[in-house]
Nanobody
Framework: QVQLVESGGGLVQAGGSLRLSCAAS????????MAWFRQAPGKEREFVAT????????YYADSVRGRFTISRDNAKIMVYLQMNSLKPEDTAVYYC???????????????????WGQGTQVTVSS
């Protein structure tokens, strides 16, 4: 089994920054892609950003492009999300996900990832 653990969430004022981290552990596996999704109360889980492993590539949701940056640790299966210029509408539980099979391609759907973390709360006050 693969476990993902997110950290770094918290309460921040609008315009502030947070950095989320996600660490993978468990059985040996190869990451094809990792991503961040978020879910606000009463809303569906939505794609935020993804990064591919064997061939480096990133992709962002329009709502966060230019403010958020996804990065990875090549030595370990870890992914980060640097969030700048945060807005109240960024408030949500943020989830880390990993895809462990398939070809390198853009993945933005929840069904395209195999394992998920438990989430970390991000609250942005106005």
């Amino acid at each position: 089994q693969v476990q993902l653990v997110e950290s770094g969430g918290g309460l921040v004022q609008a315009g502030g920054s947070l950095r989320l981290s996600c660490a993978a552990s468990g059985r040996t596996f190869s990451a094809v892609a990792m991503a961040w999704f978020r879910q606000a109360p009463g809303k569906e889980r939505e794609f935020v950003a993804t990064i591919t492993w064997s061939v480096f590539g990133t992709y962002y949701a329009d709502s966060v492009r230019g403010r958020f940056t996804i990065s990875r640790d090549n030595a370990k299966i870890m992914v980060y999300l640097q969030m700048n210029s945060l807005k109240p509408e960024d408030t949500a539980v943020y989830y880390c996900a990993v895809a462990t099979s398939g070809v390198t391609r853009r993945r933005v759907g929840v069904h395209e990832y195999d394992y998920w973390g438990q989430g970390t709360q991000v609250t942005v006050s106005s």
